[in-house]
T-cell receptor, first 113, second 110 residues
Framework: EPEVTQTPSHQVTQMGQEVILRCVPISNHLYFYWYRQILGQKVEFLVSFYNNEISEKSEIFDDQFSVERPDGSNFTLKIRSTKLEDSAMYFC???????????FGPGTRLTVT | KNEVEQSPQNLTAQEGEFITINCSYSVGISALHWLQQHPGGGIVSLFMLSSGKKKHGRLIATINIQEKHSSLHITASHPRDSAVYICAVNKGTSYDKVIFGPGTSLSVIP
């Protein structure tokens, strides 16, 4: 069964460093998402991406964040200058069409020290 | 106030019991999702619905659009059902922005 994959599973970085989280969505999907979940809190929407551009973003998704689909298969989330409060689990998801459910990746745990 | 609320927050059940988890929301929605988050953190989509009822195995999800309420039922619960169950909604007409509830932590004891 096709699945969304994410790498790395765990990333440790120092405050102020740039990180890139990688996702490979399901191959025929058109819509891509990033979510985050701070430990012990609920999942929060960050951004959605369709047709090579951001379709929606939340208040959390400020200028330090960016997304890209560099090669038609990967979907990346870049955090330019990490802060301690960026420590969280980051989930990628994809869906195939307008009325289809989202498929989630296993998540990347980001720890900022 | 949270736009998506769930009850109960925590639930412990004996194996075999019938379980109900409730979700209420305060915004207009285009769809509602029930998700399962395993102890390791992974998220699995269980249902996406915008009206009526859906059934998959021992799981049943219902939604009442007028009352802005949905329920997830688990029949003949099993310890492997132990997980956090999350209700989430697509707000307004968007199929993109999803607002998540706080989750219900279910523990099924043998």
């Amino acid at each position: 069964e096709p699945e969304v994959t994410q790498t790395p599973s765990h990333q440790v970085t120092q405050m102020g460093q740039e990180v890139i989280l990688r996702c490979v969505p399901i191959s025929n999907h058109l819509y891509f998402y990033w979510y985050r979940q701070i430990l012990g809190q609920k999942v929060e929407f960050l951004v959605s991406f369709y047709n090579n551009e951001i379709s929606e973003k939340s208040e959390i998704f400020d200028d330090q964040f960016s997304v890209e689909r560099p090669d038609g298969s990967n979907f990346t989330l870049k955090i330019r200058s990490t802060k301690l409060e960026d420590s969280a689990m980051y989930f990628c998801a994809s869906r195939g069409g307008s009325y289809y459910e989202q498929y989630f990746g296993p998540g990347t745990r980001l720890t900022v020290t | 106030k949270n736009e998506v609320e769930q009850s109960p927050q925590n639930l412990t059940a004996q194996e075999g019991e019938f379980i109900t988890i409730n979700c209420s929301y305060s915004v207009g929605i285009s769809a509602l999702h029930w998700l399962q988050q395993h102890p390791g953190g992974g998220i699995v989509s269980l249902f996406m619905l915008s009206s009526g009822k859906k059934k998959h195995g021992r799981l049943i999800a219902t939604i009442n659009i007028q009352e802005k309420h949905s329920s997830l039922h688990i029949t003949a619960s099993h310890p492997r059902d132990s997980a956090v169950y999350i209700c989430a909604v697509n707000k307004g007409t968007s199929y993109d922005k999803v607002i998540f509830g706080p989750g219900t932590s279910l523990s099924v004891i043998p």
